[in-house]
């Protein structure tokens, strides 16, 4: 049975929310996020003091908090009530966090939009992703600015690695990933309590040509493109990430 065949449509909605999906991914580069973070502060030259600024499925929160250690009034938004739940304990004066579905647009304004971690390209369709490009486009300020941090498909799609074990907690994850060019899934398969459980991801393999053609559906442009964390050039064939800066015209 393929990848097609076997995932659910909001295949996110059941996954994001269990415990197992926190296990699998809690050991994250907290101290690469950060160097990541710092980066984006300094070339995008932000006023910690008249920014706003929107984390766009910001998961557990580590970017929000971060950034609001760096003095920044940020709000994190995600779709897991799990992960937004975690991510409460730590609000404060100017760090919050909601559950908000992406493809629908908050009534507040902000000057930057981070969508960071390859939180893009879940859903179904292409008409999903606009939905959500236009939500961006509400909720900028005239001058805004968004960035989109996303995996680099071809690179991805070349270097899949099809199956591995890891082993987190005492439970054993089993992983495969599969792609059909459009799609990169990966199946998770684990026993835990005397249960047996398998879940499914499902990520869009979008390209820098395919987000070009959502931010020209909107007031967005893009103006840079980065490679990596600490903002090299981007690379098709050869760059670890797509680091997309756009910026809003109208």
């Known amino acids: 049975m393929t990848g097609k065949e076997e995932i659910q449509k909001d295949w996110f909605k059941d996954w994001f929310n269990t415990p197992y999906y926190h296990i699998l991914y809690k050991n994250r580069n907290n101290e690469e996020a950060a160097l990541f973070i710092r980066n984006l502060v300094q070339f995008l030259d932000i006023d910690s003091e008249k920014a706003k600024i929107l984390d766009l499925a910001c998961g557990k929160g580590r970017h929000s908090i971060y950034m609001n250690t760096l003095g920044f009034d940020v709000k994190g938004v995600d779709l897991s009530e799990e992960s937004i739940l975690y991510a409460s304990q730590f609000a404060k004066d100017r760090l919050s966090f909601a559950v908000q579905d992406m493809r629908e647009p908050m009534q507040e304004k902000f000057t930057h939009i981070f969508n960071l971690f390859t939180s893009f390209g879940y859903f179904d369709s292409q008409d999903d992703n606009q939905r959500v490009m236009h939500a961006i486009d509400a909720m900028l300020d005239k001058d805004g600015i968004l960035v989109i941090d996303f995996m680099n498909s071809p690179k991805v799609i070349q270097q899949l690695v099809k199956e591995e074990e890891k082993t987190i907690d005492s439970i054993s994850f089993h992983i495969t990933r599969e792609h059909d060019h459009q799609h990169i899934y990966k199946h998770i398969h684990f026993q835990d309590k005397g249960q047996d459980f398998r879940f499914s991801e499902r990520v869009q393999a979008l390209t820098l ?42």
């Not at 070009?212 to 064939?237: C, K, M, V, W």
């Open 209 to 250: 040509d395919d987000f070009s053609r959502l931010t020209d559906a909107t007031g967005l442009q893009i103006i840079r493109t980065f490679g990596d964390f600490s903002l090299n050039p981007y690379h098709p064939e050869t760059s670890d990430r797509l680091i997309i800066i756009a910026k809003k015209q109208e």
